[in-house]
């Protein structure tokens, strides 16, 4: 962020548009937008910054909250609303034109979900490893047992005392 540092809105469409990701090279743009016009969200793939030079759409039944990986190679996305069902993985191209291929099922589960203006999930520098929040279980619901989170600093210090090596 040097020199002018000006607000130049890219996409004007008349559609919503959420979650944008810049790709690591920093060349294509991954968003999603409920432009089909059947009520649901999509992803979609733009060159950046000149997003009128080429439109891909990615998913092929519903999707939001775009990552790339960390190598640009792939892009993931989710599918469901306010609970997250499946995470989707599509390999893409991104030189010399941009080239996708068919979305396939990472795995499923019971996550928290999308809400406009909220990113329910992150990817691991390695790319192998996601972070997301798991929604309570029925039965937590039950019991009235809140989510734990237990964070434990210096475990190695601790393992030292515990099992000591001589």
């Given amino acids: 962020m040097e020199d002018d540092h000006t607000y130049q809105q890219i996409l004007q469409e008349d559609h919503l548009e959420a979650h944008p990701q810049v790709s690591p090279d920093g060349k294509w743009i991954a968003y999603c937008s409920d432009e089909t016009g059947m009520g649901q969200p999509e992803i979609f793939v733009r060159p950046f910054p000149e997003v009128n030079k080429g439109k891909w759409q990615i998913s092929t039944d519903t999707g939001n909250s775009p990552l790339w990986s960390p190598d640009g190679r792939e892009l993931f ?9 499946a995470a989707m993985r599509v390999a893409v191209e991104t030189e010399p034109t941009f080239k996708k291929g068919t979305p396939e099922e990472l795995f499923r589960g019971t996550y928290v979900g999308y809400y406009p203006g909220d990113f329910p999930w992150a990817i691991h520098p390695d790319g192998n490893r996601f972070l997301m929040i798991k929604t309570p279980s029925s039965t937590d619901a039950a019991t009235g047992q809140q989510p734990k989170i237990i964070i434990v600093t210096n475990w190695i210090e601790e393992l030292k005392q515990r099992v000591p090596v001589d």
């Fill in 77 to 85: 996305y989710l599918i469901g609303r306010e609970t997250t069902e």
